[in-house]
C-alpha cells in the first residue's frame, strides 16, 4: 500500500522533528528559550493545567511552522508539487496535527479516510510530542545574554545574505499592486 511506502519516511520525519536527542545539531536555543517563556507565562497567570501549556506549545512550533514546511514544501524545496502530492502531504499534516492534539482520538466508521490512514500510529506519535516537551523542559534554562548573543551571531553570520534591493523591489511591486488599499 502507499501508506506502508510512506511509513517509514513519516515516522522518520516525525522522530526527528520531535526529538532532542537523535539531531545532527543541538536544539535550537531559540526553542528552549521560547518553550520556558510559556511555562514561565503559565506560572505568572497561575495556568497549571498541562493541556494549556502542551497547545501553547504546539500552536507555536509544530503547527505553525512545521505543518507549513510539511504542506508546503515549494517553500524551502524548488520543486512543483503536482495534485496527488499535495494529497499524500496533506494526509501527513493531518496526522502531524493529531499527534500534537491533547483530545481524545476517537475515529468511527463515518471518519474521513485521511483520519483513518495513521490512527493506529497516532497514539506512539502523541508519546513522542510528549517526551519532546518534556526532554527541552528538562533541558538548562538559556539566559537572556546567551540568547542575545547566539541572537547576534546568527544576524552576523547571515549578514550578506539579505539582498536589500529584492526586498525593495518586492515591497514595491506588493505597494503598486495594492496601492489602494494601502
Known amino acids: 500500500s502507499q501508506q506502508g511506502t510512506l511509513q517509514k519516511f513519516v515516522d522518520d520525519l516525525f522522530e526527528t522533528i520531535f526529538s532532542t536527542a537523535h539531531r545532527g545539531s543541538a536544539l535550537p536555543l531559540a ?6 517563556f510559556l ?3 503559565a506560572d505568572k497567570h497561575n495556568i497549571h493545567d498541562p493541556h494549556v501549556r502542551h497547545t501553547w506549545k504546539s500552536n507555536c512550533l509544530p503547527l505553525r511552522f ?16 503536482n495534485s496527488i502530492t499535495d494529497a499524500c502531504l496533506s494526509v ?9 492534539s491533547t483530545s481524545e482520538h476517537r475515529l ?10 495513521y490512527a493506529k500510529d497516532i497514539p506512539s506519535y502523541k508519546n513522542w510530542v510528549e517526551r519532546y516537551y518534556s526532554d ?8 537572556d545574554q ?3 548573543a547566539y541572537l ?18 518586492e515591497i514595491y511591486s506588493y505597494v503598486g499592486k495594492y496601492s489602494e488599499e494601502v
Open 31 to 36: 526553542i528552549k528559550y521560547m518553550f520556558d
Open 39 to 41: 511555562d514561565e507565562q
Open 66 to 81: 512545521w505543518v507549513n514546511m510539511i504542506k508546503n514544501p515549494q517553500f524551502v524545496f524548488d520543486i512543483h508539487k
Open 92 to 100: 501527513v499534516a493531518q496526522t502531524f496535527m493529531d499527534s500534537c
Open 108 to 117: 468511527g466508521k463515518d471518519s474521513p479516510s485521511n483520519k483513518l490512514l
Open 136 to 143: 527541552i523542559a528538562k533541558m538548562p534554562a538559556i539566559s
Open 146 to 148: 546567551d540568547m542575545n
Open 152 to 169: 547576534a551571531e546568527q544576524s552576523r553570520m547571515h549578514m550578506n545574505e539579505f539582498n536589500t534591493m529584492s526586498a525593495l523591489s
